[in-house]
């Protein structure tokens, strides 16, 4: 007859196993939905310079490239545990700021706008180069609608926040998560 303690010990085996299967299968897998590349440790973020200013309409909003630079660069350390780094990076993040314009959105009964948009446009490129096969370009844009009454000054800070994180957000998405 087996005793209970036998028994018992298979068991505990057993469920060791399928936890270490379980584990192996999600291979590198972050909570926050990153599937980092095997053999992939760094990334580097090049500074997006803000090129809006050479597209008609386009405002020059001194100090926006070096903030959406820094938003970038935080999103990936912030959900990853990869290691940012200044050059020879393995993924590579770079582009520039080609838009960056304020337009009424919507007119009031006196032919005046009454709400403006904030709309911010990025062209990206991504390098792997432990794959190129997942190396591509694309153009990122989103934008911020506020009252007509303000000016981009009184709004610049939400603004940012709300299209930096939309921006990146799609960046990461596309790059690390593959959503």
């Given at each position: 007859?087996?005793?209970?303690?036998?028994?018992?010990?298979k068991i505990q085996i057993i469920l060791g196993l399928l936890f270490l299967l379980i584990l192996q299968s999600?291979?590198?897998?972050?909570?926050t939905g990153a599937s980092i590349p095997p053999g992939v440790t760094t990334y580097q973020v090049n500074f997006?310079?803000?090129?809006?200013?050479?597209?008609?309409?386009?405002?020059?909003?001194?100090?926006?490239?070096?903030?959406?630079?820094?938003?970038?660069?935080?999103?990936?350390?912030?959900?990853?545990?990869?290691?940012?780094?200044?050059?020879?990076?393995?993924?590579?993040?770079?582009?520039?700021?080609?838009?960056?314009?304020?337009?009424?959105?919507?007119?009031?009964?006196?032919?005046?706008?009454?709400?403006?948009?904030?709309?911010?446009?990025?062209?990206?490129?991504?390098?792997?180069?432990?794959?190129?096969?997942?190396?591509?370009?694309?153009?990122?844009?989103?934008?911020?609608?506020?009252?007509?009454?303000?000016?981009?000054?009184?709004?610049?800070?939400?603004?940012?926040?709300?299209?930096?994180?939309?921006?990146?957000?799609?960046?990461?998405?596309?790059?690390?998560?593959?959503?």
């Amino acid at each position: 007859m087996i005793s209970m303690k036998l028994i018992r010990n298979k068991i505990q085996i057993i469920l060791g196993l399928l936890f270490l299967l379980i584990l192996q299968s999600c291979g590198i897998y972050s909570f926050t939905g990153a599937s980092i590349p095997p053999g992939v440790t760094t990334y580097q973020v090049n500074f997006f310079e803000n090129q809006a200013g050479n597209r008609p309409g386009s405002t020059v909003e001194p100090g926006l490239d070096n903030e959406f630079t820094i938003a970038l660069q935080d999103l990936i350390m912030n959900q990853t545990n990869l290691d940012l780094v200044p050059q020879d990076g393995q993924l590579i993040y770079e582009g520039e700021i080609t838009e960056y314009s304020v337009t009424p959105m919507s007119a009031t009964a006196k032919i005046t706008a009454a709400q403006n948009r904030l709309k911010m446009t990025v062209a990206f490129r991504f390098i792997n180069t432990k794959r190129e096969e997942d190396d591509y370009k694309k153009s990122y844009s989103f934008f911020y609608d506020f009252p007509a009454a303000l000016q981009v000054y009184d709004v610049k800070d939400a603004a940012h926040k709300e299209i930096f994180d939309r921006i990146t957000q799609d960046i990461f998405n596309d790059t690390l998560a593959k959503w």
